[in-house]
């Protein structure tokens, strides 16, 4: 079976002046209908607004740039609206069918790039957005006459309801429009900057890595995904591993540049190239993946597809090489036993994050 990993870069969905919504195609990246994942891209320039709406898949949001980022949410089954402050490295988990509407509160543009699964959504590998105002909006779907009955409206009133609003999906408000404040003992709640996060394993001069899930991060689960952060200094190396679960891994660049190899079920090199920001790698179940910095260094944030991600390492003291032993190694590589001495001394001094080599 082929797979295609090629790195895409999103394609401009809508634009207008509040900001855009740039998105993945299935068509640019069939592995995402295939493994049932989505992605999308939205960026606020300042007093930019998107309008409220609903999906049909659940997500992660986070966010790669902007300080004073607002979003609105109705959760489902909630009879209430959480109004939540955003920031650079800040996540924002995004549960199926959750009323939300997004603004950019500061000065500078807000980005903030969603990864998500699409199992139970219209169109596998697509986020659907179902606005409830604008001219898409679902409230001026439905006729007059009904609109009217249900509203308690006159024609008039219907017709002001469904159609005062004609901006589409992103508006941009002006300076004195009054919007509504961050509560800030739900952010706390809610929100969770991953950048300030202590890491659980990190290396002078190679890097970090950090995994979110719900145990640290109850609202995560509600998501049903979990989220990874690996960010490597210039030309350090993240050794390969692999998922013991069956879970598909989502990698989205956010800053920086370098190299991905992955490597599939027959041992082959499926993938060996230059990536960059802006990139989208989807890793199928079980593949082997590993990340290797240029000269800039590189930040990647990934999803999985569990709230309990598992994964194994094939480099490093805590790899499976350090488990086997030292018999099952010679007679599995075909090495003798001055050989298997070597490596395994070499892997005992390294974690799996390697700075460069002098």
Do not use: C
């Not at 991060?217 to 952060?229: E, N, P, T, V």
């Not at 920001?277 to 993946?289: R, T």
């Amino acid at each position: 079976m082929a797979f295609d990993l090629t790195p895409k870069k999103a394609e401009a969905l809508f634009e207008g002046d509040g900001g855009g919504y740039y998105t993945w195609t299935t068509s640019e990246v069939p592995l995402l209908a295939q493994q049932n994942l989505g992605a999308g891209r939205l960026l606020l320039q300042p007093r930019g607004f998107a309008l409220p709406h609903y999906a049909d898949s659940s997500k992660v949001g986070y966010v790669i740039q902007g300080s004073d980022g607002v979003v609105g949410m109705v959760l489902p089954n909630s009879k209430e609206e959480v109004v939540l402050k955003l920031e650079q490295g800040d996540v924002i988990p995004v549960p199926i069918g959750a009323v939300s509407w997004w603004f950019n509160d500061g000065d500078t543009d807000l980005i903030i790039v969603f990864l998500g699964e699409t199992s139970k959504a219209l169109i596998p590998g697509k986020f659907t957005y179902f606005f409830l105002t604008g001219a898409i909006g679902l409230i001026g779907g439905f006729s007059t006459d009904f609109t009217s009955k249900v509203y308690g409206l006159d024609k008039d009133e219907a017709e002001k309801l469904t159609r005062s609003q004609t901006g589409i999906l992103i508006i941009k408000l002006d300076k004195t429009q009054p919007m509504p404040k961050p509560q800030l003992h739900n952010t706390k709640k809610l929100v969770y900057n991953i950048d300030g996060a202590p890491p659980e394993n990190a290396v002078e001069k190679a890097g970090l890595v950090k995994t979110l899930i719900e145990k640290e991060f109850s609202f995560i689960g509600d998501s049903g995904l979990s989220l990874i952060r690996v960010k490597l200094e210039p030309n350090a190396i993240k050794a390969p591993s692999y998922p013991v679960s069956a879970t598909t891994q989502l990698i989205y660049i956010a800053r920086g540049s370098g190299k991905i190899e992955i490597v599939d079920f027959n041992g082959k090199s499926v993938l060996n190239t230059e990536v960059e920001a802006g990139h989208l790698i989807v890793v199928p179940q079980f593949f082997v993946v590993a990340e290797v910095a240029g000269e800039e260094g590189l930040e990647s944030y990934s999803t999985v597809t569990t709230t309990k991600p598992l994964f194994e390492e094939l480099a490093g003291k805590t790899s499976i090489w350090s488990i086997l032993s030292s018999t099952l190694q010679e007679v599995a590589l075909n090495v003798d036993s001055d050989f298997q001495k070597l490596f395994i001394s070499k892997i005992k001094e390294s974690t799996n994050l390697f700075p460069p080599t002098t």
